[in-house]
């Protein structure tokens, strides 16, 4: 499993939740990673991506200002801080990267198996 994502659960609304990626292979320290999430029913969608070295970060609209990616590359993990969670948020969770995934869009190559979310109402 080259990425593993975790930290998903169940939580009220309003209430918060931290996932993280752990990635095997250092080669992921060069890399973009991105959190993405499948609602039931509903299309994959893209909620935040953060470049090698943690500089810059991307939002979907939908969680500017609630979510934050960070990464750690010496304990070669990606988080994603979710505050002021809604139950529009509930999906599984997945962490995703490779050489060509950019901030915006590119093509992630890598994935992890999903973590669920729950936010009750």
């Known amino acids: 499993v080259q990425l593993q994502a975790s930290g998903g659960g169940l939580v009220q609304a309003g209430g918060s939740l931290r996932l993280s990626c752990v990635y095997s292979?250092?080669?992921?320290?060069?890399?973009?990673v991105g959190w993405f999430r499948q609602a039931p029913a509903k299309e994959r969608e893209f909620v935040a991506s953060?470049?090698?070295?943690?500089?810059?970060?991307n939002y979907a609209d939908s969680v500017k200002g609630r979510f934050t990616i960070s990464r750690d590359n010496a304990e070669k993990s990606v988080y994603l801080q979710m505050n002021s969670l809604k139950p529009e948020d509930t999906a599984v969770y997945y962490c995703?990267?490779?050489?060509?995934?950019?901030?915006?869009?590119?093509?992630?190559?890598?994935w992890g198996q999903g973590t669920l979310v729950t936010v009750s109402s």
């Open positions: 292979d250092d080669l992921f320290s060069r890399y973009t």
């Open positions: 995703a990267s490779g050489p060509k995934a950019r901030l915006v869009s590119g093509l992630y190559d890598y």
């Open positions: 953060i470049i090698w070295n943690g500089i810059t970060a």
